[in-house]
Nanobody, 128 residues
Framework: QVQLVEFGGRLVQAGGSLRLSCSASGRTFNYYRMGWFRQAPGKEREFVASISSDGGGTDYADSVKGRFTISRDNAKNTLYLQMDSLKPEDTAVYYC?????????????????????WGQGTQVTVSS
């Protein structure tokens, strides 16, 4: 099992940048494919980005492609989401998620139900 804790959410102006971190417990972080999801008020949780077990494969939602970058440091058991050129529509609670089916090539799935492990979420608010 892995326990996940997100950090870094805050209020930021449109056009600004923010880096979220997700710290994982346990010694098998490098086994997991990881993903970032977000949920805005009144909306369903949606896929943002995902990464393969060793970081070699990534996937992004069209809405964030070119603005967000997912990465991981397996030596530090940490997942990151660098968010640039933020827009008010990026406002949401951001969650990191772990999928225990490893792959060094394929990033994590886009479907939230395929992830077994979730953090508690961190609030990102982008003001216009």
């Amino acid at each position: 099992q892995v326990q996940l804790v997100e950090f870094g959410g805050r209020l930021v102006q449109a056009g600004g940048s923010l880096r979220l971190s997700c710290s994982a417990s346990g010694r098998t972080f490098n086994y997991y494919r990881m993903g970032w999801f977000r949920q805005a008020p009144g909306k369903e949780r949606e896929f943002v980005a995902s990464i393969s077990s060793d970081g070699g494969g990534t996937d992004y939602a069209d809405s964030v492609k070119g603005r967000f970058t997912i990465s991981r440091d397996n030596a530090k058991n940490t997942l990151y989401l660098q968010m640039d050129s933020l827009k008010p529509e990026d406002t949401a609670v951001y969650y990191c998620a772990g999928d225990s089916r490893p792959s060094i090539w394929s990033p994590g799935p886009r479907t939230a139900s395929e992830y077994a492990y979730w953090g508690q979420g961190t609030q990102v608010t982008v003001s216009s």
